[in-house]
């Protein structure tokens, strides 16, 4: 019986190891192939990984091919906590104390001190919602300079856009001048900044990138401080077309393979090979999976660009390995031989993106970086990232690689990680709240990383936070966590109203006498909110109707949703039919492909378009007024 029982394990723990190599190498505690000298390439049940490609070129020929994705490796990144005393604590707290007094700061309550006073290395935070997060984030930086002593120098905040980055900066000077701190201009951009400008500053030393592809523009002379990628890159201007639109006329011009995909992918006669090629058709094409027809150069930059977030080198990309059909298939194909033209033309245009700058410097710290490139590192020591739920694998496998060098380098790095999965809304550019739901996957320890709640909502009332836990029922894949609203409970106020069969076209007007009726209660409140209506929609289309009738009204915002994060006005309105998410058979390719993802890319995008509704509805701080031609997805459920 035993010699049966054995056989069973050891035939077990085979199967195991053969379908989950990366899994069972992590139990055993065995680095990783990319780790390892001379490993054969990992075999996996659908996706062969490429080998290891030579190192890249001397940094005289000024070479930046994007490497292959390394693996989330399982080596510890940080050790020992924070030397916290008692002292430190008190000392903190009766400053803040005195800050409080004279208005400096709102007294944190005791889940914020949690944050505050946090000792471990890495640290993960769950901000719902309203949670007082900013002033929280504050107070933690200046308890790290002034009461434990963290070198300026040696500290980073990374906030998502630059009015973010604005915002903080403010605080921070103003918070830091109480404790007797001063902070100019410059030392407070140093200090907090967006992922894109922390990478740019490293690039232009590291790469020689002076101007980046998603910033060019007609009067462009190359920004300062780049805007988040996932805002900056969003819509082509004319300038990026042109060189986008260059690229795929020369591929067509020079390649037999990509003229016989292009023809393919629009349904053309098969070129003449014969004669001399002619000029490269421009007709719209729809992608399986885009709602819109879009031109092929568009097409191809969106989805490679996509694909570069997830962690792939497009390039590598084994076309034959994916489960899609031969339509797509022959757009991977021709999207690829064009990426080659593209990244040539950028070279040569003296042009980087950020995708490339994010690869390449992974790729040289991964192996064996220069001291000087160590020495760049030192502002990353210790991080603070906020909305870290839409960090896409891409930016984690730098993180990690900057952290993991330090490490390396005896300087104790430590990360805190700010985010709520509940509101990640930036999938459809390659971002997931997986990498935050597994955090210790991606940032490992000597022990589990601490996890805090921010569960208090001071924005909202009670009958809001329950309606927007309501809708986040349906999200597959999630934090479980709840949520309290501080707010009593309001006699004028509601929850979410569903006004369903809304035609903005036959009802603006009606629509535009709700927006006045409610900017009159908002005014009438007790202490009335700086906004107080704001209009949004995912779509722009029904803005900007609203936009020409209305025109410009004091307390009244419209937005999208996207942008409409970190906001907050008396009365949301939420314009939103919920229409069903396209299949996208390319992107769950890819998605499985990068191999970091439990769900699909089409089961990603379910759950984010229920997140979103959240987003829009959280904005609300007494009344919600939800606008829909048809209750589906969110409204469905809150009419329910």
Not at 127 to 145: D, E, N, P, Q, Y
Request: net charge positive.
């Amino acid at each position: 019986m035993t010699s049966i029982l054995d056989r069973y394990r050891q035939q077990l723990r085979k199967t195991l190891g053969d379908w989950f190599p990366r899994t069972t190498l992590f139990l055993k505690g065995e680095p990783p192939p990319s780790a390892r000298k001379n490993a054969s390439p990992v075999k996996t049940r659908k996706v062969q990984r490429v080998a290891k490609e030579p190192a890249a070129a001397t940094r005289s020929e000024k070479v930046v091919t994007p490497p292959s994705p390394p693996i989330p490796s399982p080596a510890a990144i940080y050790g020992p906590a924070f030397s916290v005393k008692r002292s430190h604590e008190q000392r903190m707290k009766t400053r803040v104390e005195q800050a409080v007094a004279q208005g400096i700061v709102q007294p944190p309550s005791p889940e914020q001190w949690k944050m505050i006073l946090a000792r471990a290395p890495a640290t993960r935070i769950f901000a719902g919602a309203g949670s007082g997060k900013t002033t929280t984030l504050v107070l933690r930086v200046v308890f790290m300079l002034c009461h434990l002593d963290i070198p300026r120098e040696q500290l980073t905040v990374i906030s998502f856009t630059k009015a973010s980055c604005d915002e903080l900066r403010a605080q921070l000077r103003r918070v830091l001048a109480f404790w007797d701190i001063p902070l100019d201009d410059d030392a407070a951009r140093e200090l907090v900044r967006t992922f894109h400008s922390a990478l740019a500053q490293l690039a232009r030393a590291e790469l020689r990138a002076t101007q980046w592809f998603e910033q060019l523009s007609a009067n462009s002379k190359g920004d300062e401080e780049p805007d988040n990628g996932l805002l900056a890159g969003a819509t082509l201007n004319d300038s990026q077309r042109q060189l986008l639109l260059q690229a795929y006329e020369t591929c067509y011009r020079e390649d037999a393979g990509f003229r016989r995909r292009i023809h393919l992918l629009l349904e053309l006669a098969a070129p003449n090979e014969e004669a001399p090629p002619s000029a490269a058709p421009l007709q719209p094409f729809v992608l399986n999976g885009e709602r819109q027809p879009q031109p092929l150069p568009d097409l191809f930059y969106g989805q490679a660009s996509f694909a570069e977030t997830l962690g792939l080198r497009v390039g590598s990309i084994k076309s034959s390995q994916l489960e899609c059909s031969t339509r797509d298939r022959i757009f991977l194909e021709a999207m690829q031989q064009f990426w080659r033209h593209f990244g040539k033309l950028l070279k040569d245009q003296r042009l980087m993106t950020f995708n490339t700058a994010f690869a390449v410097l992974t790729d040289r710290l991964q192996k064996k970086p220069s001291r000087a490139l160590i020495a760049r590192l030192n502002p990353f020591t210790h991080l603070l990232i906020d909305e870290f739920q839409d960090i896409s694998p891409q930016i984690a496998l730098w993180l990690q690689q900057v952290q993991h060098r330090l490490a390396e380098e005896k300087t104790a790095p430590s990360l805190m990680a700010i985010g709520d999965d509940w509101q990640s809304i930036y999938g459809w550019r390659g971002s997931s709240p997986e990498l935050f739901i597994h955090f210790d996957r991606w940032f490992p320890g000597q022990t589990p990383s601490q996890t805090l709640m921010l569960g208090t909502n001071y924005r909202s009332s009670p009958a809001i936070v329950a309606d927007g836990e309501r809708i986040l029922t349906r999200v597959r894949h999630k934090q479980p966590k709840s949520t309290q609203a501080f707010r009593a409970a309001d006699d004028q106020g509601h929850g979410v109203k569903v006004v369903g069969q809304f035609d903005i076209g036959r009802q603006l007007t009606s629509l535009l006498e709700e927006i006045n009726a409610q900017r009159g209660y908002a005014a009438e409140r007790e202490r009335p909110e700086r906004c107080a209506v704001m209009v949004m929609s995912r779509l722009n289309a029904p803005l900007k109707a609203i936009n020409e009738q209305l025109g410009r009204q004091p307390g009244v915002r419209t937005c999208t949703i996207h942008r409409a994060k970190g906001l907050q006005a008396e009365v949301a309105i939420v314009l939103d039919d919920g229409q069903p998410q396209q299949p996208h058979p390319l992107r769950n390719a890819l998605y499985a492909a990068s191999g970091h993802f439990q769900q699909s890319y089409d089961e990603a995008m379910t759950d984010e378009a229920l997140r979103l509704s959240y987003v829009a509805v959280t904005r609300g701080v007494s009344r919600v007024l939800w606008y829909t031609r048809q209750p589906r997805g969110a409204a469905a459920i809150l009419a329910g």
